[in-house]
């Protein structure tokens, strides 16, 4: 067998190999753009601090207040992405969030949050995701690296498929369209995006525990990036106008390709703390979705 041969062959074999699997694919690279583009302050406009013509910012939060932005326009599926530097030193108390909303009672919500830690602890980050008013979806996670010390990628993918939430590029957490088994799955309630910086000392920290060292403030989360991709509609939409049209919308970005969720594995058994689908004392039967989610 020559040389070319043997290149095809292999080539041949790893296609092969991969079967199906090369469905999925990595998101897009974000593209940053400047804080006022997209998004505008909502509360204690004073603690926000302005960088480099708006393309990078600073959330302020000391002993009166914190404070937050939202997305100017609502969005019904998309890939959504910020990078930020958490609280540095004695973060304690404090939480920092990136997450999508709809506006009504029975609303819609995907969540990232940051929950601070004495110094010299590592912050966890914790996501959910609400569907129809419920949520009790909690994930928790360690990171593996510093979030304090550089700036790092947070992003939401969300379709009609899937929601998926990354930390680079790294997949953290699936929550698949599993309406099917009688869960509902966020598809008819345009959302906003909106992040903050507030004291939670009440639970935040070791469930409360640890409260917020005032002595140590002002505390300050760095953001920057900015990203919006996705489909824009009026609060009142109940459908995405390109549906279908959009690179997100797209069949590569209905599941996870295998290298992903080898990724998601990797997360899983490394560094994840806790994970409502394996909690059974606050669940005696396991959510549907688990499953599938392929949590257990």
Known sequence: MGGHDVVVWMCVVVVLAMGDLVLGMAPRRPVAVPFGRNYVPTWAFDHIKYFNGGSEIQLVLDKYTGTGFQSKGSYLFGHFSMQIK???????????????????????????EFLGNRTGQPYILQTNVF???????????????????????YSVLWNMYQIVFFVDDVPIRVFKNSKDLGVRFPFNQPMKIYSSLWNADDWATRGGLEKTDWSKAPFVAAYKGFHVDGCESSVHAQFCATQGKRWWDQKEFQDLDAYQWRRLQWVRQKYTIYNYCTDRKRFPVMSPECKRDRDV
Do not use: C
């Open 131 to 153: 569907t129809g008013g419920k949520g009790d979806r909690e994930q928790r996670i360690y990171l593996w690296f510093d979030p304090t010390a550089a700036f790092h990628s």
């Open 86 to 112: 958490m609280v540095p030193g004695d973060s304690a108390g404090t939480v920092t969030a990136f997450y999508l909303s709809s506006q009504n009672n029975e609303h819609d919500e995907i969540d990232f």
